[in-house]
């Protein structure tokens, strides 16, 4: 049967608009069921505790059970890759930070784009790094360190979680800006690596205070500053990298959570609204202090201040990766 004209183009318009009225239905009745939330690595490590603190407090805000999952393995890269390719509807995110976001794209062939495959939320926190060495290094300060090192050219030795590991890359970078050599030792992790320079079995690393503050307070090794511009409130007498002689020396491993990339704006918004309620509250406050984290400031927890940091620090920080031929393991 033939339709008149007029009743043709109405129809035909309104076929048109589904997809649009159906988006928009999506964002006023989302969340109408549990969101899960990948964790790239095994239950326990800081990026796990993280990702189950902030799951628990944006339940309240959204009203549905926020699922912590841990899908490991390939240094994050196969947790990372399930949410890149997971349905856009904002009921899988992306918990991750520098290593699983910034590096991975520089040492793995990955089937995803670490930029172009997501959609930004929100920065969470920042984990300081301290510059270390064994108990009996002979320097006192960082510009003895320094000095020091450039005195015993590739004599000296750096522990490493590992190829591409924080310690890896902070080593790299602390060679560049200071003109020094000196061999990675790597390790199957922190832990061991730590045990290490404890003994004296190796001179120096680039550490998270996690690891390491508990033997700096037991005076088995040396902090010579903090890679950032303002001191360790869990240590404040570790001066900063700036006023320890090397100015502009800033390293971190960021957290930050993320949606596949065309997950609607107003999803993402009311995501991006839990997470901000979530760091505001003085229980995760403490918790993330607990764990030597630094909370972003609110000026910086939104989906734009993500994407730009993001980009500037695969910028920064893939040139330097590639020019030392870090590739994973």
Do not use: C
């Amino acid at each position: 049967m033939k339709l008149p004209r007029r009743r043709f183009l109405h129809l035909a318009a309104g076929a048109a608009a589904l997809p649009t009225v159906s988006r928009i239905a999506m964002a006023q009745t989302y969340p109408s069921r549990p969101i899960t939330m990948v964790v790239p690595f095994v239950p326990g490590g800081a990026t796990d505790v993280i990702a189950r603190t902030m799951a628990e407090r944006m339940r309240v805000s959204l009203g549905q059970p926020v699922i912590v999952e841990n899908v490991s393995g390939a240094g994050g890269t196969i947790g990372v890759g399930r949410v890149a390719h997971a349905a856009p509807d904002g009921y899988t995110l992306s918990i991750g930070h520098w290593s699983t976001h910034v590096v991975n794209g520089a040492i793995y062939p990955l089937q995803y784009d670490l930029l172009d495959s997501f959609e930004p939320i929100l920065l969470i926190t920042s984990n300081l790094y301290l510059v270390l060495a064994r108990r009996t290094m002979p320097a006192t300060n960082l510009k003895e360190l320094i000095a020091w090192l450039k005195a015993n050219p590739d004599k000296a030795s750096a522990g490493t979680a590992g190829a591409g590991s924080p310690q890896h890359v902070g080593g790299v970078f602390f060679q560049n800006a200071t003109g020094t050599r000196f061999q990675f030792v790597p390790y199957r992790g922190g832990a061991p690596m730590m045990q290490d320079l404890v003994a004296g079995q190796i001179d120096i690393t680039v550490d998270d205070p996690t690891n390491s503050l508990p033997h700096i307070r037991a005076g088995a090794i040396k902090a010579y500053a903090v890679t950032a511009k303002t001191r360790l409130a869990a240590w404040p007498d570790i001066p900063t990298v700036d006023e320890a002689g090397l100015p502009g020396f800033y390293y971190s491993r960021w957290h930050a959570l993320w949606a596949p990339k065309g997950t609607p704006k107003d999803v993402i918004a009311k995501l991006n609204a839990a997470a901000v309620d979530a760091l505001a509250n003085a229980n995760v406050r403490t918790r993330l202090a607990d764990l030597a984290q630094e909370i972003f400031p609110r000026e910086q927890q939104t989906p734009d201040a993500l994407g730009a940091y993001h980009k500037a620090e695969i910028e920064k920080w893939w040139p330097m990766i590639k020019a030392a031929n870090i590739k994973a393991e």
